[in-house]
């Protein structure tokens, strides 16, 4: 059984909400105070791909065969015909179809 | 100051990527609208959860410590920071690019801001893309699918289809990796991919998947600024 809800619950999901709209606007905000460098450039060109291989490494090392399969059929999809959505799309589709012969 | 485009047909542009983002996240609101009728959290309030907080992994942490018991306003707090700090990084490398449509319309658009199609949006910038409506476009249909899937987990909960078994678990990864095959150019590109998995692999073994994002990014900027050479280099 789960405890009773606390009666400050509507002021529980107010602060959650500002914090998740916080750490929105603080990295955003944040920025207006780094003055503009080609270091600056450089580390803003680098995150978006250091973080899709980060995500990409996670899955790897959290699932087995099916996921490597999976996300193995999205990057050579893509870098073969350079649609990235339906690469993707193609990856899910394997691994749902290994997943419902049982793997 | 004169603002940088924010029209219509970048906003559709944006919506058209969303659509593809949606799906899975319908399974997951079905699946966090189940978790929130178990804890008692009822139609409106969860449908409330959802619209203001638009982060699964956020959502479900913070169920789990009302379950627990251990609610109080510093740990919904803490909680929804902890599992959230990786939209620090987000909106802060969309920065130089959103803010040339003004504070206005920015802000609001961060509110639409996911794991998901912050990725898109970053790869329709790196294509060119100047329509700072793009981010706003991104960030509907995901939206609108996650309130759908909140309503119908809260109210049907019990007949879910597994979303494991629909694969969705990995179509932000798909995404990830079907992206960063795209947007590999050259050798250089290759660095910030093998820090990033490194960072990833070693921070998420012990503080979890958000964190293991965070230090993706952080790792793969910092050693670019590092090694960064004065304008004209290509990296």
């Known amino acids: ?103 | 100051m004169t603002h940088a485009p924010f029209t219509r047909a970048g906003f559709g542009r944006g919506f058209r990527m969303g659509l593809a983002i949606a799906m899975p996240i319908l399974a997951y609101g079905l699946a966090f609208g189940l978790v929130a009728a178990q804890a008692g959290l009822g139609t409106g309030w969860s449908l409330a959860f959802s619209a203001t907080v638009f982060s699964g992994s956020a959502q479900l942490a913070a169920i789990s410590v009302l379950q627990a018991g251990h609610a109080t306003l510093w740990t919904m707090a803490a909680t929804v920071l902890v599992m959230n700090a990786r939209y620090l990084l987000f909106s802060a490398t969309l920065q130089p690019w959103l803010s040339q449509a003004g504070p206005a319309r920015a802000l609001p658009s961060l509110l639409l801001l996911g794991d998901a199609n912050w990725i898109a949006t970053m790869r329709a910038i790196s294509e060119g893309e100047e329509d700072r409506a793009y981010l706003a476009g991104t960030g509907v249909a995901p939206l609108v699918t996650w309130l759908a899937g909140t309503l119908a987990g809260v109210v049907f909960g019990s007949i879910l289809p597994d979303p494991r078994a629909l694969g969705a678990d990995l179509m932000l990864p798909a995404f990830a990796a079907a992206m960063m095959a795209v947007m590999v150019r050259s050798r250089a590109s290759l660095i910030p991919v093998a820090v990033g998995a490194a960072a990833a692999l070693a921070v998420s073994h012990v503080a979890g998947t958000g964190w293991g994002i965070v230090a993706a990014g952080v790792a793969g900027a910092g050693l670019a600024a590092l090694t960064a050479r004065p304008e004209g280099g290509t990296a």
């Open chain 1, 1 to 103: 059984m789960n405890p009773p809800l606390p009666s400050t619950l509507p002021a529980m999901l107010a602060v959650a909400a500002g914090a998740a709209i916080a750490c929105r606007f603080a990295g955003y905000l944040a920025m207006r105070y780094l003055p503009p460098s080609h270091r600056l450039n450089a580390a803003l060109r680098a995150t978006p791909l250091a973080v899709m291989s980060g995500i990409t490494a996670m899955a790897l090392a959290a699932g087995g065969l099916t996921e490597a399969l999976a996300l193995g059929a999205a990057v050579a999809l893509s870098a073969l015909t350079r649609n990235d959505v339906g690469a993707a799309m193609g990856g899910v589709a394997v691994a749902a179809l290994l997943r419902a012969l049982g793997m």
